[in-house]
């Protein structure tokens, strides 16, 4: 059973920083495409950061371009999204997906709140 689990959301200040963990098991996680998309409430999910499973090619929105930095350590089977210079408008569920071929498995999300 392929199971994705985010942690590292929660509350924090306008130009604060959060770091996103979101750790696999049951799946060959180097394999995997990994992508952290969001949802705000009352807006459409929105992709944030991808990277590749061979290689490590990372693509942003342009909203987390020089702000968010996705990495992956498939020795531990989790992929990290490093969140700085975070604003009001990031607030969103965060999650995390998994992509080989035509299989794609998703997390249960987790919150981040930018607020003062």
């Known amino acids: 059973q392929v199971v994705l689990v985010e942690s590292g959301g929660g509350l924090v200040q306008p130009g604060g920083s959060l770091t996103l963990s979101c750790a696999a098991s049951g799946l060959t996680f180097s394999a995997y495409n990994m992508m952290w998309y969001r949802q705000a409430p009352g807006k459409e999910r929105e992709m944030v950061a991808s990277?590749?499973?061979?290689?490590?090619?990372?693509n942003y929105a342009d909203s987390a371009k020089g702000r968010f930095t996705i990495s992956r350590d498939d020795s531990k089977n989790t992929v990290y999204l490093q969140m700085n210079s975070l604003k009001p408008e990031d607030t969103a569920v965060y999650y995390c997906?998994?992509?080989?071929?035509?299989?794609?498995?998703r997390g249960q999300g987790t919150q981040v709140t930018v607020s003062s």
């Open positions: 990277i590749t499973n061979v290689g490590g090619r990372t």
């Open positions: 997906s998994a992509t080989w071929g035509f299989r794609t498995f």
